[in-house]
């Protein structure tokens, strides 16, 4: 999941600069640019969890019901991707060096999110519940593990939060998009 998110992230800055022909000779929407970089990286998380799915099997990791709410969760997780990147892609057009500031706060980020470890049990007591809540990856990362390997019922209250928060900022990405296309060739 961290692979996907960062990826996504990373790529949505420079997906304007990298397709310049495109946008230069017919009108794209730059937001279906960014939908097609996030189903590539879709189809690579698809293919590791096909594998993840294999190595659960090997390791009779026990299969359940419960398996199949890891759907909304991901797909939580990818409105959430699109909201962040909807709105880098506006100023990854204007700030050249934004490839490296994202790049440095994305680290920062995985440490906080407990990529390879659990975040609410690292942080004693309350605390790392809420350390684990108000971080977005860490909180769809914890959902996914719990879920896939514990077995345990995750946070849709949770979910509907963040999807609530994602809707709201993709809204503005797409805002900021759209009153700014015109000029992203220009500068481009």
Sequence with gaps: MWNFFSGV???????????????SRVYVPKYILLISLMYQYAFKFAFGMLIEFIMMFVFQ?????QMFSAIPFFMGF????FSCSSILIHFGVYIYDLTYVVGIVLNFVMFLSGVFYSIEGRIPG??????????????FISSMRDILIYDKIPSYIGLFIWCIISVILSSIGIELIHKNENNYAKVI
């Design 9 to 23: 992230v990373k790529s949505s800055i420079s997906v304007v600069k990298n397709n310049r022909s495109i946008i």
């Design 61 to 65: 990791v026990k299969f359940s019901l």
């Design 78 to 81: 990818f409105l959430f991707a």
């Design 126 to 139: 309350v605390y790392g519940k809420i350390a684990g809540q108000v971080n977005p990856v860490a909180f």
